[in-house]
């Protein structure tokens, strides 16, 4: 069992261990291949060169695919809601090894 708060806590940490430039939250123009690079423009005029890029647009998937890439990416956004339960009784009933557990 994954838990999405911890499991993102743990990738931002490996990635600035791995000396990765992390940037949540900017609004970013284009992103264009080139032929041994990516280029990536930000909406402060900022413009970051590199062997790679993630892309991570989450509920604009469609229309940045389009736009960026041509590509069509039909998506569907949902909004969904996770809780946490503590089980009532013994936890090994609960265990990941007796996953999915669907309520």
Known sequence: VLFADV??????????????????????VSVK???D?????????ERIVGRSCIVAPGAWLTSIAKKWFNLHVPTTVTRETVS??????????????????FI
Request: charged share 35%.
């Open 37 to 45: 690079s990516v280029e990536v423009r930000l909406g402060n005029k």
């Open 84 to 101: 946490y339960f503590k089980p009532k009784g013994s936890k090994a009933v609960y265990g990941y090894k007796r996953m999915p557990v």
């Open 33 to 35: 291949r080139r032929a």
């Open 7 to 28: 499991a993102m806590a743990r990738a931002y940490e490996l990635a600035r261990k791995l000396k990765v430039d992390v940037r949540e939250g900017s609004d970013v």
